[in-house]
């Protein structure tokens, strides 16, 4: 189902979902000592793994997407590479709270790049690699789709 296809009030419950995201994460990790937060279980990223991942994602995935799609015609997107980039950038190494910052922010830019409900912005379109064709008014639900599998993953983490 498309964004735009959802009445306004499930519209609007989405993106509230989306913007809660970041304090939800302060929640479960917040308090963690930088021990812990680099602790990982099976095969799941450890909390700043989690944290830097979504933040990542979120400016160089999501945003860049969002921004194409709004400014470009048909634009071809690069699929994020989550786990090639994880090691590349020593996620483990870095700092939890800095993560978590860098996840509320970039969120609240995308949020806040998305275009008003009547903007015919909604349905311009491109091709993201892996994926297939794409229109802006998919980012959203990709957004809390992907969002949903990071929650289990960190309930499990949590649970474990």
Not at 6 to 21: G, I, N, S
Not at 45 to 61: I, K
Not at 112 to 141: F, H, I, K, R, Y
């Amino acid at each position: 189902m498309q964004y735009m296809k959802l009445p306004p009030t499930e519209r609007q419950a989405l993106l509230d979902e989306l913007a809660a995201m970041p304090d939800w994460l302060e929640a479960r990790f917040g308090a963690l000592p930088p021990d812990a937060a680099r602790r990982s279980h099976a095969d799941a990223f450890s909390p700043v793994e989690q944290v830097w991942h979504l933040a990542d994602l979120e400016r160089e995935g999501f945003g860049e997407r969002i921004r194409r799609l709004k400014t470009e015609p048909t634009p071809r997107l690069p699929d994020f590479d989550g786990a090639r980039i994880a090691a590349e950038r020593d996620y483990r190494a870095r700092s939890l709270h800095d993560g978590l910052a860098a996840f509320a922010a970039a969120r609240r830019a995308n949020l806040d790049a998305l275009p008003p409900t009547e903007s015919a912005l909604w349905s311009n379109s491109g091709t993201q690699e892996g994926v297939g064709a794409v229109s802006l008014c998919d980012v959203p639900l990709f957004m809390q789709q992907h969002d949903a599998s990071h929650r289990a993953e960190i309930d499990a983490w949590l649970a474990h």
